[in-house]
């Protein structure tokens, strides 16, 4: 997905929703790890394995036993490490740099990039076979813009508590092209958040460049196409238990039965 789009993000989910959410979860950011000292970084090294290590280390497929890590931007990682996260993945175990037997590794790998790896193949800056060896299940985050009624679904969970938009201000959301996707709007709503005049956020708090509000007709629909699939999504969590549905939407009984009904859920 595009920068932005909400890899880590997801990568996160993942983590928890995994056998090995008690583990840690490592992000890694490919394209800004030291040329130099990539391979140590990821890998670990030996005392006198290169100038200036003065002690044995472990790398961060090391230190993440357990758990998951994650690699993003990694059609920015070098052809050598390349062929050694291969290893980590075919093999499970790692070889320090300056030493000679490998060592048993135990980690769940994500990665991530906004290129493409098919092209890099061809180009032949992306090594064929661990490309093979990574797209055993492939997901594309949409940039925001293609995402619709989400806008204000990730809105919502990135508020603040006690914090809430007015409807001029979700029209404002759902009529902007949000070029820095989910890190724009995330962003976003935390500097409108606190500078906003009290618990409503308004148009005027939101700092959008060339932002118009989408027409109100688009609006309408898409807040009921919001409403609708948080009140659906809720009742299947609860597997249609309407009392603790209305409770986890802080709504009485009454009022979420009226909601099915104006929404067409039953």
């Known amino acids: 997905g595009e920068s932005g789009t909400g890899k880590e993000l997801a990568a996160r989910h993942l983590h928890r929703s995994s056998p090995r959410s008690d583990g840690p979860f490592v992000a890694v950011n490919c394209a800004a790890l030291s040329e130099t000292l990539v391979l140590s970084d990821l890998f670990g090294h030996v005392r006198g394995a290169f100038t200036g290590a003065d002690r044995d280390r472990a790398g961060i497929f090391e230190s993440a ?39 048993k590794v135990d980690v769940r ?55 809430r938009l007015s409807p001029p201000a979700r029209a404002v959301l759902l009529g902007y092209g949000w070029p820095g996707n989910v890190r724009e709007l995330k962003n976003v709503l935390s500097v409108a958040s606190a500078l906003c005049d009290g618990a409503v956020i308004e148009p005027d708090d939101l700092d959008l460049e060339d932002a118009s509000p989408a027409p109100e007709a688009d609006y309408h629909q898409q807040l009921e196409s919001f409403r609708r699939r948080l009140v659906g999504d809720t009742l299947k969590a609860c597997q249609g238990n309407r009392a603790e549905a209305a409770r986890r939407l802080g709504l009485t009984r009454q009022a979420l039965s009226y909601l099915v009904r104006q929404l067409r859920l039953a």
């Open 65 to 103: 036993r357990g758990g998951t890590v994650f690699l993003d931007e990694i059609g920015d990682l070098p052809g050598a490490a390349q062929g050694m996260l291969l290893r980590v993945l075919q093999e499970q175990e790692v070889r320090r740099l300056g030493e000679s037997l490998p060592r």
């Open 109 to 163: 790998v994500v990665t991530a990039t906004h290129k493409s790896l098919e092209e890099m193949v061809r180009d032949r800056s992306f090594r064929q076979d661990l490309f093979f060896r990574l797209r055993v299940g492939i997901l594309h985050l949409p940039p925001l813009r293609e995402r619709g009624r989400d806008v204000l679904l990730l809105a919502e969970h990135f508020l603040p508590s006690g914090h």
